[in-house]
């Protein structure tokens, strides 16, 4: 009987289309592999060449399935090793001689990381310009709305701003927005309460800008420069600065996910959330952009282009803002901010 061979390895035996699991032994009965129960029964069995035998990955259970559909499972490694080494059939998987060789895992650990500083540098960027290009209208309305919302309930607040103070910076705004790219139809004002935001000014991938009223306090009065900024703002929104920052998180999210594997929920959800979070700060480079913009906006609406440059004045004087640029950093400095607006405007005089 197959059962009178000596056992090759013992474990348990799944019938095909089943969960049921039957302690067994795996035999060789004429050049078969044969598996049969404690009452010497043969529960399954097909040629060498008919079953087939999962490769090794470190600990992980061997798997035999038979022409029936059914399963052998045994944590006897070696000694199915040893089986198939007699049977010629001994090489080991690459994947287990990567497990087992932890020099070589090193190596393929750097490799994988390597691959993802590439598709970070390389084609991260090329993919958020294809994303930007073929983007439909409604996309940003519905990003803009939901950021908007989700703002709103956690740390804006209604704006306490006196109904003159806004129609003056309202009709500045109109100024200088019916002068822009998409005309004063593609740009909305909201007044909000900045809270823990304090003093700011930013603007959402539809053309949906937000102005605290801290920021208006800390400008004292200068509505020109509350405008300036706003010029500033409507630059991020021509050069699609948000909806790039968007794709851009996004798509790192998925990065590391792809590298990191299941990382958990809720370490899924920071990068979601923090994908909206990361759309309201930009690069160094467009910073300079949208400086650059306000500037020529302000000298088309015919008001003063420094407004930009004694915003960062005040950051300096009123926050002590003197931060400084580095190769490391990702937004330029306010002092060097301010000397390139400066630099612009005299430059655009002299012309």
């Known amino acids: 009987m197959a059962s009178d061979h000596p056992a ?6 799944h019938p095909a289309g089943s969960s049921r699991s039957v302690p067994c032994r795996l035999v ?52 199915i090793d040893r089986f198939l080494a007699h049977k010629g059939r001994g090489r080991e998987g690459i994947v287990h001689r990567l497990e087992r060789f932890h020099p070589r895992l090193i190596a393929f650990v750097a490799a994988t990381l390597l691959l993802g500083v590439l598709v970070y540098r390389v084609a991260l960027p090329a993919l958020v310009e294809v994303a930007v290009a073929v983007t439909p209208p409604i996309l940003p309305q519905i990003m803009s709305a939901s950021t908007l919302e989700t703002m709103d309930r956690t740390v804006l607040g209604p704006s306490k701003l006196e109904e ?76 699609k600065h948000s909806l790039r920052q968007i794709y851009r998180a996004a798509g790192v999210a998925a990065l590391i996910m792809l590298i990191a594997g299941d990382i958990g929920s809720g370490a899924e959800d920071v990068l979601v959330q923090g994908g909206g979070l990361l759309a309201l700060s930009h690069s160094r480079a467009a910073e300079a952009e949208a400086d650059r913009h306000s500037v020529e906006l302000m000298i088309k609406a015919g008001l003063d282009p420094t407004a930009i440059a004694r915003f960062f004045e005040l950051l300096e004087a009123k926050l002590h803002d003197r931060s400084k640029t580095s190769i490391f950093s990702t937004h330029p400095g306010t002092p060097e901010r301010r000397k390139a607006i400066m630099d612009l405007i005299a430059a655009t005089r002299r012309d």
């Open 8 to 13: 090759i390895a013992v474990g348990n035996w």
């Open 28 to 79: 060789e009965d004429g050049g078969r592999l044969v598996v049969c129960d404690d009452a010497r029964a043969e529960l399954a069995g097909g040629s060498l060449s008919s079953v087939e035998i999962s490769a090794r990955v470190g600990r992980i259970p061997r798997r035999i399935t038979f022409p029936d559909g059914s399963l052998f499972e045994t944590g006897e490694n070696d000694a």
């Open 164 to 239: 003159a103070l806004r129609g003056r910076i309202l009709n500045g705004f109109r100024r200088i927005a019916a002068l822009s790219e998409g005309g004063e139809a593609a740009y909305t004002l909201n007044f909000r309460e900045g809270g823990p935001v304090g003093p700011n000014a930013f603007a959402l991938p539809d053309g949906t800008l937000i102005l605290t009223d801290e920021l208006v306090d800390l400008a004292d009065g200068d509505t020109e420069m509350i405008v300036g900024v706003l010029a500033h703002e409507i630059g991020h929104v021509e050069h």
